[in-house]
């Protein structure tokens, strides 16, 4: 049990009220005295003391305590703790406020419920890198297409984000060609890259951008990009080939999960 008076708290036994320690108050903390000559009569009798400022505190051990003790832990933690440990008593704890400031996180992004229904009449795109190892080609980026119909995946190697300029005018012409089917609408991040104003005007298609720093909205080919780099890297760790040759991965990657049915 502790006492706690003006400038001083007392440690006693609970079981017969025996002193056991002292503290002294200095600059807002309590520190222990290091002799035991401290006289507790003598402190409280000149101490201007009445029951208002006298504090007497129980070690109790409870569920709240614990909670504080080990980093604001789950009540399944304490409860676990309780019942390994007579001496701890459980209670349902409630989130504090530490827990409130400590534990927020933003809501998750609204699913997308909506999907295209004929091939290409939207064509998600992004560029991935710059990559830490040039490629044995000098690529340092490439950049990934994917339809929102099919989930069919192209990709282009680029030693630059400014070739995007001409490879991307150069796909669509592609499309438009091998397929006979025009492209309407193509969403990307906010990369000055993408913005192809008058190539996207003379061939009506709509560009669509996400908002700053939300690339959940781009989520199918940020997706994408982590499947082609789990099975490029799987790849190469397989074959043992050196990293310089995470190119031809990359392409063989696309090329797998192209053949592989898609359940999405």
Excluded at 97 to 111: I, S
Aim: charged share 20%; net charge positive.
């Amino acid at each position: 049990m502790a006492v706690f008076c003006d400038s001083h708290c007392f440690f006693f036994q609970k079981s017969h009220f025996k002193m056991i320690g002292a503290a002294r108050k200095i600059d807002g903390l309590y520190c222990l005295e290091e002799s035991n000559d401290l006289n507790c009569n003598e402190v409280l009798q000149h101490s201007v003391i009445n029951k208002s400022n006298i504090s007497v505190v129980n070690a109790v051990n409870t569920s709240e305590l614990w909670h504080h003790r080990l980093g604001h832990t789950s009540n399944s933690i304490l409860q676990l703790l309780s019942s390994q440990y007579n001496d701890i008593i459980y209670k349902n704890c409630t989130p504090c406020d530490t827990c409130h400031f400590a534990k927020h996180k933003k809501l998750p992004f609204p699913v997308r419920i909506s999907k295209s229904s004929h091939l290409f009449e939207l064509l998600h795109a992004d560029i991935w890198g710059p990559l830490h190892t040039i490629s044995i080609d000098g690529h340092k980026y490439f950049l990934t297409l994917v339809d929102d119909f099919s989930s069919f995946t192209w990709v282009h190697l680029l030693k630059s984000k400014a070739e995007v300029k001409t490879v991307l005018p150069k796909f669509i012409h592609l499309i438009e060609n091998q397929f006979g089917i025009k492209l309407k609408r193509l969403r990307s991040d906010n990369g000055k890259e993408f913005f192809l104003t008058d190539f996207f005007s003379s061939k009506g298609i709509f560009h669509e951008t996400s908002c700053i720093e939300t690339p959940q909205q781009n989520g199918i080919v940020e997706r994408k990009h982590q499947h082609i780099l789990n099975v490029a890297r799987a790849l190469l760790f397989q074959s043992s080939l050196s990293s310089v040759f995470w190119s031809y991965a990359i392409k063989h990657a696309v090329h797998l999960i192209n053949m592989i049915y898609s359940f999405s």
